[in-house]
């Protein structure tokens, strides 16, 4: 096989780099794997080793495709796993535990899920999907706090059996291992093109995002009062979401993003102080006579991230998930 005809296999075009080239092998390695597909007839066997046979050449041979500064060369315990699993991201040792990988790939024009791999991954928006890592968390949360609970002495586990104790310690502990499996800054340039460069080189993206009250709400007649153009500020925090007020620190609610990946990025980079937030109202939209109770406000969100990422501390994160189990 010549490189040519292994670009051809993948559906290489001039220019990929390293990890469009994992990412387009991943996607045809699920169209065709005969264990995805309960299939093992010889003509599925014979084009899923092709297509094995085209990424390995191209792996393993210098300059078959340019390489992009954060590219990286897979080793060889890699390329020779890769023949045998459906999953080719690399392993962060430092995280708490193994978690199950799920993908999506289609069968004569059906979506199927199926799992991939179990190790320690770190979430990339490029292989996997948000809605399966969410699952492969929320998977993850359950395992644990049944290993907790079985563990646990039974003063430790006192009052922890009750459901609303439980759902309680779910939605903590999901919070927690969202945050602790992802690299923000990573994720959020992997979601999201950003829209220019500061003369720090500090990247800028823009999302849409909106406010929303009815009647019933405490700031419903703050965010009625708001009008086109005006400011308004982070107050802080608050469940994982960012509560929002006016210059003069009236209260507007949550700010709700057009995607949830978002925010999963965005509430760590803020936390931890490597982005700066900046929202202007764009529309407001009142009650109407035709029976709309509710007011919303469309906001443009512009969000400064830091150049460099700040230290993780893995050890600090394992602790705190932890204190949460027990």
């Keep these: 096989m010549t490189i040519s005809q292994a670009k051809k296999i993948l559906g290489i075009s001039a ?4 990890r469009t080239v994992k990412l387009k092998y991943h996607r045809l390695i699920a169209r065709y794997h005969p264990d995805a597909l309960g299939d093992t007839s010889p003509e599925l066997l014979s084009h899923a080793q092709l297509i094995n046979e085209a990424y390995h050449l191209l792996q393993t041979t210098p300059d078959a495709f340019a390489r992009t500064g954060h590219a990286k060369d897979m080793t060889s315990a890699e390329t020779t796993a890769s023949s045998h699993s459906l999953w080719h991201q ?17 069968i004569y024009g059906e979506s199927y899920v199926s799992h991939a791999a179990t190790g320690r991954y770190l979430w990339d928006p490029e292989a ?4 399966l890592f969410l699952k492969s968390i929320n998977l993850l949360c359950t395992r644990l706090l049944d290993q907790s609970e079985t563990e646990g002495s039974a003063s430790q586990m006192d009052g922890m059996f009750s459901e609303e104790a439980r759902l309680r310690r779910h939605r903590r502990l999901f919070h927690a291992l ?17 829209v220019k460069t500061d003369s720090e080189g500090r990247l800028i993206f823009r999302f849409r995002a909106h406010l929303a009250a009815t009647r019933f709400d405490d700031h419903w007649q703050t965010l009625c009062s708001l009008t086109s153009g005006q400011l308004v500020w982070p107050h802080k925090l608050q469940d994982n979401r960012i509560l929002v007020r006016t210059e003069d620190g009236r209260t507007l609610g949550h700010l709700s993003l057009e995607k949830d990946a978002y925010y999963l990025c965005l509430i760590p980079l803020l936390r931890k102080k490597q982005a700066q937030v900046r929202m202007q109202i ?13 007011t919303r406000a469309s906001v443009d969100l512009s ?7 700040s230290s993780r501390d893995r050890a600090a994160e394992v602790q705190q998930i ?5």
């Design 15 to 18: 220019g990929d780099d390293i």
């Design 90 to 106: 690399d392993l962060t040792p430092e995280l708490f535990a193994e978690r199950d990988i799920f993908i999506t790939h289609e």
């Design 128 to 131: 996997e999907d948000f809605s």
């Design 178 to 194: 969202s945050e602790h499996y992802m690299d923000p800054h990573d994720c959020l340039r992997k979601l999201a093109d950003p």
């Design 282 to 294: 764009l529309e407001i939209f009142l009650p109407n006579s035709r029976g709309v109770s509710g």
């Design 303 to 309: 969000v400064r991230m830091n150049r460099e990422p």
């Design 322 to 326: 932890r204190q949460l189990l027990f």
